[in-house]
Every structure is written in structure tokens, then in C-alpha cells.
């Protein structure tokens, strides 16, 4: 399961050193391994047998790294990309987990002098990203394991495989710096080639009876079709979905080892809801004649990789959420058969807000399937006594809130299931037999969801009281309200920007001399005015004008105080009338995918 070549084994401990004209990274474990050289001029890079010379002229600066994490080619510059700062947060079958509570951008950039003005000027607006990717959450990385797979997959692993770097081994759609990666790749510097992952990394231990079970929960995001909750919506032309997290739930003790997968992931096909300035922009379906040819390459290659698939569709079967789901129901009477099967479950017209224990009706119709299905099962001597042979698929609009409390729930069943074949629970026992156990995995189900919600949203999930205590609370629908308005605010006036810093860092978007810095058509008519704090200002200003006008005339009775307030009331009303009509120019747009609209 880990690099076992040891020339493979990537430098756990490295030292930075920051020269006017290079940086150094020195492996700082004392094994006298060579350093990696990188210019500060054109970025090239080599291995040397130690560090340099100090003088007065070259003095460093020197600080410790976790790892390296890639390097980014812009129009003129080079930017590479360090772990300055990460902790341990568990572990994973045995192996240290860390999460990158800090990232650094270093530039190599001094090529940048002698560019044209307008590169240069194209160069700030795009190294500016970088200062926003800097912020990405829920990074992890194992220096001796590889988190891109599952229990399963790494012990199906061959001999050869696992001999292998880490980066070698990876699933590339879970490798989050797979594209960053590709410069020290070409250059062939395995040991300082860290693999991260995006998603959540969360477990506890707790005593039953005499035994200590270790629980621990895993959140992989595909890079794929990677972003921000309303710029990143449905399906590609490829059948990569947004939002699509692996969630792998591992049990250990007494030497066993037993893991449950499921996945989220957006309706397979192509269907936006691009951000106007309403709290909740319409639904559009683009290019319905490919949704089952979309659909169909989505589940094939769910088939490839877990087998079996039950898609349990969790959106309203009315308005908006109704027509999407209609669309996907209609797309999977063409694809259903006995290994892709798909089950409607409105979430919200049989829990309502209030009575999530009604997903014991869920559970009754897909009990059939992950009885069949199973889970992967090692027992204390590592041999393999069970495999998982499908998945279930689980979808509402976002797939954040309705999905985590389902998931939850289903994790909850199968890891009753696991502990009742290891022989630890009876065969009425249940989690909630037990109030500690009980209550930590609640709370690890709670910080999962947010996890991954925070990454997709910007927000932690809604509903999530209910994964937590048990039981909605007065506080968590307040939580809930005030978390709705932030992602308004995220969506509207901040998403934008950070899904370009995403598409920048993972190759989605590839930058070009010959495109970036040709000349920009000029934005004609409203749209080279919209200013969305300016319309605002005027709005207020106008209504407050207004206000004081209409005062003033009914104090002293004078005409033209009434005509003023008429005036600034026409200006307040026009101007609101015209942000509401063109919302979607006066939102923060991406601007290297251009949306439609």
C-alpha cells in the first residue's frame, strides 16, 4: 500500500532556502540526498549535491516545508507552490495523514523585466489568482500512503504497483495537484513529488465493551469538473459531474479492517443556474438531445470503477428541482438494467424540514441493494473476506444538505452491519446502544458534510443539526438562515473570481501568450457600467433623498418638495428596475470560462 522502493520514498522533512537568484530545497533528514535547484529567472530545474555558498551579497532566507506541490506556467513567469505550514490529523490503515493548514507561492519570475507592458499587466491580473488559491481548504497528503485510493483498490494493488511513487499509484481525477505536478514529472524528481487530495480527512476512537474501534471518514473531490456551487453545475460533454466526492467510511479493530464507499455527485448532464441577483436563479437544461449519450459515459465509468450503481435522486418532483428531475428519470429509463438501477426519494415532501427519521422509508427500498453489494472486509491475518461489488450514487440540487443527511444515514446502516460481522455488536445492537459512540459519529458525519460544503459552497452544510444531535434545533435553522444568506453573497459578488483561481491551478484553464494578451473587445452598453456597489449606493442614496423630500413637503406643504421626492423615487425605482433586469452582468462572472448568458 505504500512506495516500498526506497529511491520512491518522498522527503518527509525539507528545508526552503530563498536566494536573490534560486531557490534551494534541501531534504533535512540528514540522509545527504541531493537538493532540488530552481531558478528565479526561467524556473529550470536540477538536482545538486548541497547547497551553496552564502555571502553578503546571496543571504538567504530559510524557512521549513511539508512539501512541494507543484509549479504553475503563466505568460512570462513560473510560480512554485509549497506546503509552508500542515498537522496531523489521523491516520490511514496505519500511515500519518497531514492537512495544509498553509500554501506559498514563490515566483520565478525575474524573465518578467524584459516582457511587453501588456504581458506584465496580464501576468498581475493572473498571479492575483494565486493569491486566492493560496486560501484552497481541505488539503491532505501522506508521505507513505497513497489517499487517491480506497481500501479496496489499494489492496487489490499489485506487487509492482505498490513499488511504485505515490504519485505513480494516484487515481488522477482525486490527484488535486495532478496538473501542477507535470513540471517536476518531466523532470523526474519522484522524492519530492507530493501527492494531495482534496476533500475531508476526520476519525475517532472509542471503547465497546473491551474493544477500541477506530472510525474514520474520507472525502476524495474529483477534479474533473472542480468549482464553485452555481459556476459549476451538472455535467460536461464528457459525463464528469460537478461536486463528485468519494466518501469512504473505514472501521478498525481487533486487526480487522472493513471500508464503505459511496459517492455525490450533480445530475449527469448538462444544466446550469447561472447567478442574476435572485436568491434562486432559474434552472436551465443546455443541449437536452445529448443528456442520455452524457448520462450513459457517466455511469459506464461508474460501472468500470465500483460495479453496481443505485442512483437515489433526492430533488423536489415539483418546480424548478421537478423539471431536472423529470430529465434525469427519463435519461435513466435508457440506462437502467439490473447493474444501474434509479430511485426517486423527495426529500423534501416526506422528511419536510423538521422529520429526517422518515429516511427509514429510503432505506427500506435500498436495504436489497447494499445487502448484495456489500462492503470490503480484511481480517486480522489481511486476507480478504469481503469485497464491495457496487455503489450508491447520491444527488439533490447542490448535492450538500438533503445528501449528507442521506449518506449519513446509510454510513450509519452499513457500519452496523460491519460491526455485527466482526462479532463486536449483537444482533440488535445499534450505534445509538451506545451514547458516546453514538454522539462522536454523529459529530464526525456533522464535520465531513462541512467540509465538503464549505470547499462547493463557501458555507458549512444546512441541516446539519440534524447530523449532529440527532434532532433539527432552534439554533441550527438560525445557523441555517444566516449560512443561506452568506452563499447568496458568495455566489452573487465573490465565486467567480475563485473559480478561475480553481481553473487556473488545475489545468482546466491553460494560459496562452498568443490569447492573453491579445487585445480585449471593449464591453459596449450597460454591461461596461455595471457596478454592482455603485447601483446600490444610488439605490439607498436615492431612497433616503426621497425620504427626506417627502418630509419636507408635508411639513411646510411646498410643491417642489414633492416634486423632488417624486424624482428620487422614479431614480431609486429605475435604477433598482434595471440591476433586477440585467442581474447577471452586475455579478462576479468568470472570466477564462465565460459563461453563457
Not at 452555481?230 to 479493530?253: C, K, L, P, S
Not at 426519494?345 to 448484495?372: A, K, T, V
Not at 434545533?473 to 443561506?484: E, I, M
Amino acid at each position: 500500500m505504500e512506495a516500498g522502493d526506497s529511491r520512491n520514498k518522498l522527503h518527509s522533512r525539507l528545508r526552503l532556502w530563498e536566494f536573490p537568484d534560486q531557490y534551494v530545497i534541501e531534504p533535512a533528514n540528514g540522509s545527504g540526498s541531493p537538493c532540488l535547484d530552481i531558478s528565479r529567472v526561467d524556473a529550470s530545474m536540477k538536482l545538486i549535491d548541497q547547497v551553496g555558498e552564502c555571502d553578503s551579497l546571496r543571504v538567504p532566507k530559510i524557512h521549513p516545508i511539508s512539501g512541494v506541490v507543484g509549479m504553475l506556467k503563466l505568460l512570462a513567469g513560473s510560480y512554485l507552490v509549497v506546503v509552508t505550514e500542515s498537522e496531523r490529523v489521523g491516520s490511514f490503515l496505519g500511515h500519518p495523514i497531514f492537512k495544509i493548514t498553509s500554501l506559498k507561492v514563490l515566483p520565478c519570475d525575474h524573465s518578467l523585466k524584459n516582457s511587453p507592458e501588456e504581458q506584465k499587466k496580464m501576468e498581475t491580473e493572473f498571479s492575483r489568482l494565486l493569491s486566492v488559491a493560496e486560501k484552497t481548504t481541505g488539503l491532505f497528503f501522506s508521505y507513505q500512503v497513497n489517499l487517491t485510493l480506497s481500501s479496496q483498490r489499494l489492496n487489490d494493488l499489485g506487487a509492482e504497483s505498490k513499488s511504485l511513487p505515490l504519485w505513480r499509484q494516484a487515481e488522477p481525477r482525486f490527484l488535486w495537484n495532478n496538473y501542477m505536478l507535470e513540471v517536476l514529472i518531466d523532470n523526474k524528481l519522484d522524492q519530492f513529488l507530493l501527492p494531495v487530495i482534496q476533500g475531508s480527512f476526520n476519525s475517532f476512537e472509542t471503547a465497546i465493551g473491551k474493544d477500541i474501534v477506530d472510525i474514520t471518514l474520507i472525502a476524495r473531490r474529483c477534479t474533473r469538473r472542480n468549482g464553485t456551487r452555481m459556476w459549476r453545475r451538472g455535467a460536461d460533454a464528457d459525463g464528469y459531474v460537478a461536486n463528485f466526492v468519494e466518501t469512504e467510511q473505514i472501521v478498525q479493530m481487533n486487526g480487522y479492517t472493513s471500508s464503505f464507499v459511496q459517492v455525490r455527485g450533480s445530475m449527469p448532464f448538462m444544466w446550469e443556474q447561472i447567478v442574476d441577483l435572485t436568491y434562486k436563479p432559474k434552472f436551465e437544461i443546455v443541449q437536452p438531445e445529448e443528456a442520455t449519450r452524457i448520462a450513459e459515459r457517466h455511469f459506464l465509468d461508474l460501472r468500470k470503477k465500483y460495479g453496481s450503481v443505485l442512483a437515489v435522486d433526492l430533488v423536489n418532483k415539483h418546480g424548478g428541482e421537478g423539471r431536472l428531475s423529470e430529465k434525469f428519470a427519463s435519461v435513466m429509463q435508457h440506462i437502467s438494467g439490473d447493474e444501474i438501477r434509479y430511485l426517486h426519494f423527495d426529500f423534501h415532501q416526506i422528511c419536510g424540514h423538521i422529520h429526517f427519521e422518515r429516511l427509514s422509508i429510503l432505506y427500506e427500498q435500498i436495504e436489497g441493494f447494499l445487502e448484495q453489494n456489500g462492503y470490503f472486509l480484511l481480517n486480522e491475518k489481511g486476507d480478504k473476506m469481503k469485497e464491495q461489488l457496487g455503489v450508491v450514487r447520491t444527488n439533490c440540487i447542490d448535492c450538500l444538505d438533503r445528501t449528507n443527511v442521506t449518506q449519513s444515514m446509510i454510513g450509519r446502516k452499513m457500519l452496523e452491519l460491519q460491526l455485527r460481522r466482526i462479532g463486536v455488536f449483537g444482533a440488535e445492537e445499534t450505534i445509538s446502544s451506545h451514547p458516546n459512540f453514538d454522539e462522536r459519529y454523529k459529530i464526525l458525519w456533522a464535520n465531513h458534510g462541512d467540509d465538503v460544503s464549505i470547499q462547493y459552497s463557501g458555507t458549512p452544510a444546512l441541516k446539519g443539526d440534524f447530523v449532529r444531535y440527532g434532532h433539527r434545533t432552534a439554533q441550527g435553522v438560525l445557523k441555517d438562515g444566516w449560512s443561506s444568506l452568506r452563499r447568496y453573497y458568495l455566489n452573487n459578488f465573490a465565486d467567480g473570481t475563485k473559480q478561475d483561481a480553481i481553473d487556473l491551478l488545475q489545468g482546466h484553464y491553460i494560459v496562452a501568450v498568443s490569447r492573453d494578451t491579445a487585445p480585449v473587445p471593449q464591453k459596449g452598453g450597460l454591461e461596461a457600467v455595471a457596478n454592482f456597489p455603485v447601483a446600490l449606493a444610488v439605490v439607498l442614496l436615492s431612497f433616503w433623498f426621497a425620504t427626506m423630500s417627502l418630509k419636507q413637503a408635508g411639513s411646510d406643504y411646498k410643491h417642489k418638495h414633492l416634486f423632488f421626492s417624486l424624482l428620487w423615487t422614479g431614480i431609486c425605482v429605475g435604477v433598482a428596475a434595471v440591476v433586477r433586469a440585467n442581474g447577471r452582468i452586475f455579478c462576479n462572472r468568470p472570466r477564462l470560462h465565460k459563461p453563457r448568458g
